[in-house]
């Protein structure tokens, strides 16, 4: 997905919402957790046209970049969490993998993070996933299509975190490729290292239309290869996902990802794009709601977790 600006992403809590600290329903098995991203800069609009629907959000989509101000870091974080959801941070900078990896971005990173630093200090079990320069084997992003630098970018932006005290109790690591990549290079060629990646990330998209229709295993599985050959082990999400309108069945598309993220060993859970830009990706808006996510979100095998607690624990996940 090209994300080219700043857009703030807050997850839509959906039905009556458990208790704070209410633990996940269902077995390991079989269980999957949701989200989702808006595009409103306030999350009432969202929350109030879906109120009671469904089961609530466990995850809530939002976009940063070094530089936005630490009042509006802490205002986009906060919108996500006070819909009881925790936020899955995509942080972008708009630099290649090189210039990062050489360190000329140092100092604007360390300046965001101090502003996560001060929306975490305000307790109440705050935590975050960061999901940094994802869909990095795309030829779309400028920090894309150099496996080498991206590595050590990573890697560096993981040391200077870590270095400032945000460990895995408080901030979780995403590393987040597309579904398919640009050539020459695949998936498993971006791969960061184990010790600095928490969570699995993927992008899946079914654009349909005159990018043509494309169903979820065939998007799904040869992506889900790739992932278990460097990370066999790790809980994945689909960090950013959706299908547009034309061209086959969107309602059914919805619950064949449902139906494969609650199958799949691997696969924990999915943060829906409720976007209208390269495609109309939405599900909901001022029309109504999508019957496919209805039907998908109400499904009894998806759990919900606040604070997520079970994932900031010292140690892997």
């Known amino acids: 997905m090209r994300v080219r600006a700043l857009v703030l992403a807050v997850s839509l809590v959906l039905g009556a919402m458990p208790a704070a600290g209410s633990e996940a329903v269902g077995s390991a098995e079989d269980v999957l957790f949701t989200g989702a991203y808006s595009d409103d800069w306030v999350a ?6 879906l109120s009671q629907i469904g089961n609530p959000l466990t995850f809530g989509g939002t976009f940063h970049h070094p530089g936005e101000g630490h009042q509006n870091t802490y205002w986009i974080l906060e919108q996500v969490w006070q819909a009881g959801a925790t936020p899955v941070a995509n942080l972008e900078i708009f630099a290649s993998s090189y210039e990062i990896a050489a ?7 360390v300046d965001w993070a101090t502003g996560v630093q001060q929306w975490l200090a305000a307790g109440e079990g705050r935590t975050l996933f960061l999901a940094p320069l994802v869909e990095m084997n795309g030829d779309w ?3 894309g299509m150099d496996p080498g630098n991206y590595q050590i970018a990573f890697r560096r932006m993981h040391g200077l975190l870590t270095d400032m005290g945000l460990d895995e109790t408080q901030v979780r690591w ?3 490729p597309n579904s398919s990549s640009s050539a020459p290079y695949a998936i498993a060629d971006y791969w960061p290292g184990e010790d600095v990646v928490d969570v699995v990330g993927l992008s899946v998209y079914n654009f349909g239309g005159s990018r043509g229709w494309w169903d979820v295993w065939p998007i799904m599985d ?3 290869e790739q992932l278990r050959s460097v990370a066999p082990d790790n809980p994945y999400l689909v960090t950013q996902t ?3 309108s034309i061209g086959g069945d969107k309602n059914r598309w919805i619950m064949d990802l449902y139906d494969y993220v609650a199958s799949d060993p691997n696969l924990d859970g999915l943060v829906y794009f409720n976007f209208d830009k390269e495609a109309d990706w939405k599900v909901w808006d001022d029309r109504g709601v999508a019957w496919g996510w209805l039907a998908a979100n109400s499904d009894p095998r998806v759990a919900y977790e606040f604070p997520f607690t079970s994932w900031f624990q010292p140690g892997p996940i």
Not at 44 to 49: I, P, V
Not at 103 to 109: E, L, S, V
């Open 44 to 49: 009432a609009g969202d929350l109030g046209r």
């Open 103 to 109: 360190g000329f971005h140092d100092a604007a990173i």
């Open 141 to 143: 992003v400028p920090w």
């Open 174 to 176: 995403i590393w987040g």
């Open 222 to 224: 040869p992506a889900m």
């Open 242 to 244: 959706g299908s547009g």
